[in-house]
């Protein structure tokens, strides 16, 4: 079963313009976690934000966690053709990593 | 540092034929995880082993599927038979799971996952 929930399910945009994506979840959470993957490739770690954190940074990366919505958004700022790829957010709870669907970001030249 | 290595990367087998994966994890990464990923969406947990202990088998089809961990370190994964509806990516991924301080730990971090095992059946 699959907890956490990204919206959109596509996201396509030109180089140098911000990509936000967002993530519902069900359950109540440890922490809550951001990967992607290239196509054919495995999925890669990029960002991690605790139950008790609101907003993270990374590079280019802006995570916000709102547990009294259940939701998580990432922000690409300033994206780049190579940011092409599909990202999951990934809910823990207890030991348990659950992965939503995934959005697919497409970043045109 | 090596990350996680899985093979076969492609495999291509008939139905009702044996098929299994191999994933190494990270060195020193006490927990092993195999996801299953069908096309568009999401990994979906298959069965989670900390050292040698399969602790989280729930999702795993127990009549077809089985895995291994053998001193806790390599993996294997194994369908028999195999059918057509398990034509998908298995994905290894391997963490470093703190040992449990009074309660849950809100800092268990991230996974480190393989380049993944791509099946096909026919």
């Known amino acids: 079963s699959q907890q956490g929930e990204e919206d959109p399910q596509a996201l396509s945009i030109q180089e140098g313009e911000n990509a936000t994506m967002n993530c519902s979840y069900k359950t109540s959470i440890n922490n809550l976690q951001w990967y992607r993957q290239n196509s054919g490739r495995g999925l890669v770690h990029l960002i991690l934000?605790?139950?008790?954190?609101r907003e993270k940074h990374s590079g280019r990366l802006r995570v916000t966690l709102d547990t009294s919505k259940k939701s998580s958004s990432l922000l690409i700022t300033a994206s780049r053709a190579a940011d092409t790829a599909s990202y999951f957010c990934a809910t823990r709870s207890n030991y348990k990593l659950t992965f939503g669907k995934g959005t697919l970001l497409t970043v045109n030249p | 540092e090596a990350g996680v290595v899985q093979s076969p990367r492609y495999k291509i087998i008939e139905k009702k034929q044996p098929v299994a994966f191999w994933c190494n994890p990270i060195s020193g990464h006490n927990t092993l995880y195999w996801y299953l990923q069908n096309l568009g969406q999401g990994p979906e947990l298959l069965i989670r082993y900390e050292n040698e202990e399969a602790v989280d088998d729930s999702q795993l089809p127990k009549d077809r599927f089985s895995a291994e961990r053998l001193k806790g370190v390599d993996s294997t994964l194994k369908i028999q038979p195999a059918e057509l509806g398990d034509s998908a990516v298995y994905l290894c991924a391997s963490s470093f799971t703190p040992p449990l301080a009074g309660g849950q730990n809100a800092n268990t971090g991230e996974l480190f996952f393989g380049e993944g095992s791509r099946l096909t059946v026919l």
């Open positions: 934000i605790r139950s008790n954190e």
